[in-house]
């Protein structure tokens, strides 16, 4: 019989998160109507799994036996430590705009800040680990967030058309897109108030589609606005891509693309990291020459992800990520999937129906850790649907 871990994974309760999906997911009743906005699934130390009938956690079994339970060439590449964090975010209230660094980026922060401070649980500080945040997002029902800068051309266009805007032109115009959100981010508060506030009265009593981005603008000033001043977030709700992702959908975050999630409930697998540098729609720190150093200005178009399928049970997400990859399937009632973790180990959740085999999967008991070297069938009692996270390819 193979060796398995079903765990428990770690609820972090976010002010935006809300209040329903996770517990209902995982069984559980939140009389104190906390928010649930993130189920962590992984080793990271602000929140390692818990094994069940156990009083040790995920990230403390990988630490006894690296090579055992990553593999041995997962935990030779990934310093032997599990690379991927796993989880399931409901998104109720706008996230902060945010971008993330790359690998040689986060190695250069977190050393300069480990000398130099903030502490890491210091609000100010950016960098709380050494690695990159690669992200993938996919969607369990209709999800909303910005995603990358829109074209130079568009973003002309929102300066002629959002009152109050037109003097921005010639910083556009003469410094680039680049140089247009340098300003904006740069700018004193009551330079920033005098260039929303006609944006602002225009947005009362007035009513929008959740394709539109004044619909977002107009939450963001009931979200964010205190004491008549409002958030330089709002700018980049006009001048980034506003993306719908529909179930099933799913989308890539690289480091330097500035995003923020809106609204929904989805998967998201990246690498295990917590670092964050904020542009907005927030009241927590943010560093605008970090931001400004780490944020790509292209123009983006969003590139929607659907599951790719192979010769096996299981279909992908392709992203360029070594970190991770997100695997999907779908048994029929009485089908098998198999499960082969010859080349690293993995964490499964169930997110519908029930699978039974060496370990039984349903909606009591969702994850569960397999640790490298195993192959093992489940079979489905009912119509299910299982993720599976797992190391990216070798490079």
């Avoid at 944006?199 to 004044?214: F, G, I, K, N």
Wanted: glycine fraction near 8%; charged fraction near 25%; aromatic fraction near 10%.
């Amino acid at each position: 019989m193979p060796k398995l871990y079903p765990f428990d994974g770690v609820i972090q309760h976010y002010a935006w998160g809300g209040y329903t999906f996770l517990p209902e997911l995982l069984q559980q009743s939140n009389e104190e109507h906390q928010p649930w906005a993130e189920l962590w699934m992984g080793a990271h130390a602000k929140g390692p799994g818990r094994i069940r009938d156990s009083r040790q956690t995920l990230a403390e079994i990988i630490a006894d036996e690296p090579k055992q339970m990553l593999g041995e060439r997962v935990a030779a590449r990934f310093a032997d430590r599990l690379p991927f964090l796993f989880k399931v975010l409901d998104v109720r209230e706008m996230l902060s705009i945010q971008v993330h660094p790359d690998k040689q980026a986060a190695e250069a922060g977190f050393a300069r800040e480990e000398e130099n401070g903030p502490p890491r649980d210091a609000p100010d500080r950016n960098y709380r680990d050494d690695n990159h945040k690669p992200e993938l997002g996919v969607a369990l029902t209709d999800f909303y967030l910005l995603h990358g800068f829109r074209s130079e051309a568009a973003i002309t266009q929102t300066l002629n058309e959002v009152p109050g805007w037109e003097e921005l032109i010639p910083i556009l115009e003469q410094h680039g897109v680049n140089g247009l959100y340098a300003h904006v981010m740069d700018a004193a508060t009551d330079a920033i108030d005098r260039l929303l506030s006609p944006l602002v009265d225009s947005l009362a009593d007035q009513d929008y589609t959740r394709e539109e981005p004044r619909f977002w603008a107009k939450r963001a000033v009931e979200q964010y606005t205190q004491d008549g001043h409002h958030d330089r977030g709002i700018f980049s709700i006009f001048w980034f891509n506003l993306v719908k992702l529909t179930p099933g959908q799913g989308i890539f975050q690289d480091a330097g693309i500035p995003h923020a999630y809106l609204e929904g409930v989805c998967i998201e697998l990246m690498a295990n990291s917590d670092n964050v540098l904020r542009g907005g729609l927030t009241p927590k720190h943010i560093d605008v020459p970090e931001l400004l150093d780490k944020t790509r200005f292209e123009a983006v178009t969003p590139t929607l992800l659907t599951a790719v399928g192979t010769d096996s049970d299981w279909a992908y997400f392709p992203t360029p990520a070594p970190d991770f990859k997100l695997w999907i399937a779908r048994p029929q009632t009485n089908e098998q999937v198999s499960v082969d973790t010859t080349d690293g180990a993995a964490i499964m959740l169930l997110l519908r129906g029930e699978l039974r085999g060496p370990v039984a999967l349903h909606e009591r008991a969702r994850t569960v850790f397999v640790p490298a070297g195993q192959q093992f069938d489940l079979t489905a009692q009912t119509d299910s649907i299982v993720y599976m996270a797992t190391v990216g390819d070798q490079k």
